[in-house]
C-alpha cells in the first residue's frame, strides 16, 4: 500500500514537473536564451568533449589496424616468397 | 633410416610452413598459435597513455571553449596580446622536430647508430629552442601583466599553455636520456624500442601544439 502511494505521489509530481517546465529545469544554462553566448559556449564545448573520445579511440584502433594490416601483408609475402627447396630431401640426407 | 630422415624433415616443414597470426609480443609466450608481433606491449602502453593524455588537454581545451565562445570581448579589456608571429616561427620549429625525430627512427631502424644520434641530438635542439622562445615569450607577457591571476584569461593560457611546455620539457628529458643512450651505443637494429616509445611521445606532444596554438593565439 505504502509502496503504491509512494509510486502514485512520484508520478503525480512527475506530471506537474512536465506542466510547469521552469521549475523542472535541471539544466545550468537552460534558463538563458536561445542565443545566449553563455548557453552557445557550453554547447561548443560539450561537443568538443562529445567528439574527443570518438577521436581518440578511433585514432588508436584505426592506428593498431593499420599495423595488424602491415603485419598480415608483411607476412604472407614471406610466406609467399619461401623457397619450397626445403621439401625436397636431398641424397645426402636420404642416405643413399 | 632413409624413411626415418624424410619423416623427420617433413615434420620439420611443417611446423616452419605454418602460418603466424599478427599480435603483440611480450609477456609470457600464447601456448597455441604463435604470432608475428604487431607492436610491443610497451608500445601499446605508451599508446594508451598518449589517449589519456589527449583526453586530459581536451578537458582544458573544453574549458577554455566555454570562456572563450561566452566572452564578448576576447582577451578582455587591459590585457595584452599573445605574440602570434613568434609563436607561428616558434611553432615551425617544433613541427619540424616531429620529422627530424622520424629520421632518427629510420636510423635506428635500420642500425645507423650514426645518423640516429645526429638526428636526435637535431630534435633536442629544435625542443629546446621552442621551450625558450616560450619561456621569453611568458617572461615578456608577465612584464605586460598577464599573469595567472590577472583575469581569466592569463589563468586560460598558462594552464593550457604551460601544461603543453611541461610535457614538452618531459618529452625533452626523455630525449636527452635516449640521446645518451644512444651516444652510448645501446640501441641496434633489433634493440630500438626505447627511441620507438620516445619518438612516439615527442611526436604526440608536436602534434598537440597546433591545436592549442590555433585554439589559444588565432581563435
Known sequence: MLKRNT???SLLAGLAAGLVPAL?????????????????????????????PYAVVGSIAGWLFFKYRRAAAKRDQDHATESPLHLAWSEKESGR | M????????????????EPKRPGFSGGEPPPVSPQTPIGNNVWLAILVFLGAEAMFFAGLMG??????????V?????????????????????LASAATIRVALRGARRGDGTQLVRWLGLTALLGAIFLAVQGYEWIELIQFGLTVSSSVYGGLF?????????????????????????????????RYLGVQTCAMYWTFVVALWPALYGLVYLY
Open chain 2, 63 to 72: 574549458a577554455y571553449i566555454v570562456f572563450r565562445v561566452g566572452a564578448a
Open chain 1, 24 to 52: 523542472a529545469s535541471a539544466c545550468s544554462v537552460c534558463v538563458t536564451g536561445d542565443n545566449d553566448p553563455t548557453s552557445n559556449a557550453f554547447n561548443w564545448s560539450v561537443l568538443f568533449l562529445m567528439a574527443t
Open chain 2, 74 to 94: 576576447w582577451p578582455p579589456p587591459f590585457q595584452p596580446r599573445l605574440p602570434v608571429g613568434v609563436t607561428g616561427v616558434n611553432t615551425v620549429f617544433l
Open chain 2, 158 to 190: 598558462y594552464t593550457l599553455i604551460g601544461f603543453h611546455a611541461l610535457h614538452v620539457f618531459g618529452a625533452l628529458v626523455w630525449l636527452m636520456v635516449v640521446f645518451a643512450l644512444a651516444r652510448r651505443g645501446h640501441y641496434s637494429k633489433d
Open chain 1, 7 to 9: 509510486l502514485l505521489t
Open chain 2, 2 to 17: 632413409a624413411q626415418t630422415s624424410i619423416a623427420k624433415r617433413l615434420d620439420e616443414t611443417l611446423v616452419e610452413l
